[in-house]
């Protein structure tokens, strides 16, 4: 802590080495519990990474991935449903037939069992796939959220300051030898347009649980604003609480295709 680190965060992604397996992971159940132990015993805040719609992965296989790592006491959980990159192993066996992915509903219905289970231990979910204990929450990844400015140093560091983004670059001999000879080790930089800034603060607002304001989403989708709140208010996928507009659980599933209906 003397050193500035105030968070272990621990990538369990399953409990269960059948599920593990064909991410190529190497560790198994009792590796990752004695982890994660250690994390909550070593007196900083303690996360875990968990993964929704493994190879055959089921919701009661989930909730005894989960369960045990909330029973141990973390005091945050980053939850991510499987995204397959193009070139993975197991995208091209999942094309191939050889491995089959669990359907939409049953991912659906472990990331509102993840949603029930995290409530019961005292975890609020503050973001699509993040919860945390009062006070616990990920600073970091909300100034992202909330569009604040930030600098980043470094090897592939990004930077914002409200209308442009850049980044070093992140490959370590480019960026010494830029360093080295005087040169900005910069090499991507992007100037957002006004209609980017509009779709950035309706999409990264919507994704906190927290929502926005039924003012400020008026103001950034005038025209699609009122029917969108009515029509997800009566599919479920919308709370209009008090003044303000957010995903319900169920929403957050669909929250992708909701947002872009504002764009």
Do not use: K
């Not at 272990?8 to 991410?23: A, D, F, I, Y």
């Not at 191939?96 to 231990?121: I, K, T």
């Not at 973001?127 to 470094?154: K, M, T």
């Amino acid at each position: 802590m003397s050193l500035g680190v105030t968070r272990v965060s621990v990538g369990v992604q399953s409990l269960h080495e059948r599920e593990l397996r064909p991410l190529g992971r190497l560790h198994g159940r009792e590796g990752a519990l004695a982890a994660v132990r250690s994390a909550v015993a070593s007196g900083l805040r303690s996360s875990v990474d968990v993964i929704i719609g493994l190879p055959g992965q089921t919701p009661e296989s989930f909730a005894s991935t989960v369960e045990p790592l909330l029973e141990l006491g973390v005091g945050h959980v980053s939850l991510y449903i499987l995204d397959l990159d193009e070139d993975s192993t197991l995208r091209r066996r999942v094309d191939a037939g050889r491995v089959a992915l669990p359907n939409e509903d049953a991912v659906a219905e472990q990331y509102e069992l993840a949603v029930g289970l995290c409530a019961r231990f005292g975890l609020r979910q503050y973001e699509v796939s993040n919860f945390a204990r009062p006070g616990e929450e990920s600073i970091h990844n909300l100034r992202y959220w909330r569009r604040d400015r930030y600098l980043g140093f470094g090897l592939g560091a990004h930077s914002f300051d409200g209308r442009r983004r850049w980044a070093s670059s992140r490959d370590i001999v480019e960026y010494m030898d830029r360093i080295e000879s005087g040169a900005s080790p910069m090499t991507f930089e992007e100037m957002l347009s006004a209609e980017e800034e509009r779709e950035e603060r309706i999409f990264l607002g919507l994704r906190r649980a927290e929502g926005l304001s039924e003012a400020e989403l008026h103001e950034l989708a005038p025209e699609r604003a009122a029917i969108w709140i009515e029509n997800g208010a009566a599919n479920g996928w919308i709370r209009h609480s008090g003044a303000r507009i957010a995903f319900t659980a169920r929403g957050f599933l669909v929250s992708s295709e909701l947002i872009a209906e504002l764009f």
